[in-house]
């Protein structure tokens, strides 16, 4: 079963703090990693996408990709009340695209 | 602008009867996909399509069906609704390749009584 994987939450952090959100996949094949937001009642956006190993930064963002260990996280700096949201982590696994279930992130002021 | 449009975004039906979800792009992207979302599952795809009649199975296709006839649309079909299909539908779509990042439409909440 190809599976991704997400701690649910809720993750709560302070305003200005780091958040971060982890992720899990189960197919070493997979090759790009997309860190959506959806805020509730409302479709999913993209933050952040990567296809290499590392690390990339956009703004306050940063998403972390280890294929070793099968592993995308997606750290949140400076974290605003703004912010507050359900994070999507989906992997795209040979044309199937596949979503976790989200883990929901509020940021209290 | 470029966008993705759902409609309707609300519908309730009755289980047996057939509904159609529309979804037009105007991206003029090649990809577009069928999800649905339910508490707990997160985001399964139902049909997705590469091109103009080309369409394909997805992780929970039983029951729905779609149709490519050009590129801007790619409407879904309930065959004969069952309360088990009550979700919230979302349409999106890509360009290049099926790994690109996909950009979503807002939505349709359906009910089936």
């Known amino acids: 079963q190809k599976e991704v994987e997400q701690n649910s939450g809720p993750l709560s952090v302070p305003e200005g703090a780091i958040a971060s959100l982890n992720c899990t996949y189960s197919?070493?094949?997979?090759?790009?990693f997309f860190w959506y937001r959806q805020y509730s009642g409302k479709s999913p956006e993209l933050i952040m996408f990567?296809?290499?190993?590392g690390d990339k930064e956009d703004g306050r963002f940063t998403a972390q990709l280890n294929k070793a260990s099968q592993y995308v996280s997606l750290l949140i700096r400076d974290s605003q009340p703004s912010d507050s949201a359900t994070y999507l982590c989906?992997?795209?696994?040979?044309?199937?695209?596949?979503f976790g279930a989200g883990t929901r992130l509020t940021v209290k002021p | 602008d470029a966008e993705i449009t759902q409609s309707p975004r609300h519908k309730i039906t009755e289980t047996g009867r057939q509904v159609t979800l529309a979804c037009h792009q105007t991206?003029?992207?090649?990809?577009m996909f069928w999800y649905r979302q339910d508490l707990g599952h997160g985001l399964r795809l139902i049909h997705y399509s590469y091109g103009v009649q080309d369409t394909n199975k997805g992780e929970v296709s039983d029951g729905y069906s779609v149709s490519r006839s050009n590129t801007e649309d790619l409407p879904l079909t309930l065959e004969s609704a069952a309360s088990s299909q009550t979700s919230v539908y979302f349409c999106a779509s890509s360009e290049g390749t099926a790994d690109q990042p996909q950009h979503f439409g807002d939505g349709t909440r359906l009910s089936i009584l």
């Open positions: 990567i296809y290499s190993n």
């Open positions: 989906a992997v795209n696994q040979v044309n199937d695209m596949r």
């Open positions: 197919d070493r094949g997979s090759q790009s």
């Open positions: 991206w003029n992207h090649n990809n």
